[in-house]
C-alpha cells in the first residue's frame, strides 16, 4: 500500500473541467488551493507553496482587499525595483484609480467583470483609452504578481481586452519644412538643441539630459547614454531605459559648428551668471546654468512653429522627422534603426511605414535604370 501523504507534502488532482488543482495545508490547519493549466505547473506551485510555509513566507489572500494587496505591490516590489519616475506612475494609477474603484473588493473575489466595469467607468468619465490602457497594465502587472505569490489562482485583468486605442499619426517635417525650421531658428538660443534633435534624432529626454563630457567636437561625435527627468520638482540624470537607447553616433559638419557656437554662448551666460549650480554641466540649460524643463522647451517650440508659419507637431516629431528624411534618402533601415535606438528593426519600420510606398517607387526607378536600356 502506497504511504499515506503528510499534510505538509500538498496534493495534486485534474478537476472534472480540465484545471489541474493543488492543495497545501497552511499553519492554521487550513487548506489553500492553487490552480493551473497542466499537473507539472501545479507541481512547481505546490511545492513553492510548500517551501513559502517552510521559511514563514506564505501569505493568506482571505481577507485581504485589492486596495491592501496594491499597497504591499507598491511598496515591496515596484519601489526597490524601478526609477522614481515610474513608481511615481504607478502609484497614482492605484492611489486615484484603482482603489477608489476596486480597492474594496476581497483579492480573491476580483473578477473580469469588476476589472470591465472599471474600464468602462474610466472612459465614461472623459478618461482617453490610452490612459485607460495604462491603467488596466499596472492592475495586469500588479495581479501577476499576486499570482505568483499564490494569492490568487488568474489574473482578472489579463482576462479583459484593453480599450481600442487609436494610433498617434505622426506628422514629420517634409524636406522644405525642414529647412525653414531650421531657418526660423538660426540665431536662437535653443537652436543647437533643435538642431540636434532633429538631425540626430534624440528623444527630448536624451537632447536635455547630453553633457559636454558626452560630446567630442573635434572628432565629430556625440554619445547618448542618459536622460533628464523631474521627480518631486528636482531634476535628475537617469541612465536611458534600454541598452539599445544607448548609443554613439557621428555629427554632420553643420551640427558640430553649431554646438561650438553654442559652448561659445553658454560660457559667456556662464561667467555673467557666476558658478555653476549644483555641479550641472549639461550641453543645453537656463541662462543660469539650470537643467531645463521639458515643458518649457515644448511651450517654445510652439512657438517657433507659429512664428515660421508651420504646422503645429510635438517636439517627438523632430525625431520621427531625423528618421523619415533619412529613409526618404535611401539611408538603410538598420542604420535608421540604430539612430534612433530602437530595439528591433520591425519597430522602425512599423512607425515609418509611410515612407515604405516611396521607398518602392525609388526602387522601381533604380532598377529602371539598371535594365531599362537593355529592352530598348
Not at 28 to 39: A, H, N, Q, V
Not at 175 to 190: H, M, N, T
Not at 194 to 212: C, H, I, K, N, P
Request: with cysteine.
Amino acid at each position: 500500500m502506497a504511504p499515506r501523504r503528510g499534510n505538509r507534502e500538498g496534493s495534486i488532482s485534474r478537476r472534472k473541467d480540465g484545471l489541474w488543482q493543488g492543495a497545501v495545508t497552511l499553519e492554521d490547519g487550513t487548506r489553500k488551493y492553487l490552480y493551473g493549466g497542466s499537473r507539472e505547473e501545479i507541481r512547481r506551485k505546490v511545492g513553492a507553496a510548500l517551501h513559502s510555509i517552510d521559511v514563514g513566507t506564505m501569505s493568506e489572500s482571505r481577507g485581504i482587499t485589492v486596495a491592501d494587496f496594491l499597497d504591499q505591490w507598491l511598496g515591496e516590489v515596484v519601489k526597490p525595483n524601478v526609477r522614481p519616475w515610474t513608481f511615481k506612475g504607478y502609484e497614482v494609477h492605484v492611489r486615484l484609480h484603482l482603489k477608489p474603484t476596486i480597492g474594496k473588493v476581497k483579492l480573491d473575489k476580483l473578477t473580469p467583470l469588476h476589472v470591465h466595469q472599471l474600464l468602462n467607468g474610466k472612459i465614461a468619465g472623459g478618461l482617453s483609452p490610452r490612459s485607460v490602457r495604462y491603467i488596466r497594465g499596472t492592475l495586469r502587472t500588479a495581479l501577476n504578481q499576486a499570482v505568483h505569490w499564490g494569492l490568487i489562482s488568474r489574473n482578472a485583468a489579463s482576462l479583459v481586452a484593453s480599450p481600442r486605442v487609436e494610433q498617434y499619426e505622426i506628422q514629420p517635417f517634409t524636406p522644405d519644412e525642414a529647412r525653414s525650421f531650421l531657418a526660423a531658428i538660426k540665431g536662437d538660443r535653443l537652436e543647437a538643441l533643435y538642431s540636434v534633435a532633429l538631425t540626430m534624432g534624440l528623444r527630448q529626454g536624451e537632447a536635455l539630459g547630453l553633457e559636454w563630457q558626452d560630446v567630442d567636437l573635434e572628432l565629430g561625435y556625440l554619445r547618448i547614454n542618459k536622460q533628464l527627468q523631474r521627480h518631486d520638482g528636482n531634476f535628475q540624470l537617469v541612465p536611458t531605459k534600454t541598452a539599445t537607447s544607448r548609443r554613439t553616433l557621428a555629427l554632420p559638419a553643420s551640427i558640430v559648428r553649431s554646438l561650438r557656437d553654442h559652448r561659445l554662448r553658454q560660457a559667456d551666460e556662464r561667467r555673467a551668471s557666476g558658478p555653476l549650480p549644483g555641479g550641472w554641466d549639461l550641453v543645453f540649460t537656463t541662462d543660469r546654468g539650470r537643467p531645463i524643463d521639458g515643458t518649457v522647451v515644448s511651450h517654445h517650440f510652439h512657438d517657433v512653429l507659429e512664428s515660421a508659419g508651420l504646422p503645429q507637431r510635438r517636439f517627438h516629431d523632430l525625431r520621427h522627422s531625423c528618421a523619415t528624411l533619412l529613409l526618404v534618402q535611401g539611408v538603410s533601415p538598420r542604420v535608421v534603426m540604430d539612430v534612433l535606438g530602437h530595439s528591433q528593426i520591425a519597430l522602425t519600420m512599423n512607425t515609418y511605414s509611410h515612407v515604405i510606398p516611396e521607398l518602392k517607387r525609388d526602387a522601381a526607378q533604380r532598377m529602371e535604370e539598371l535594365i531599362g536600356d537593355r529592352e530598348r
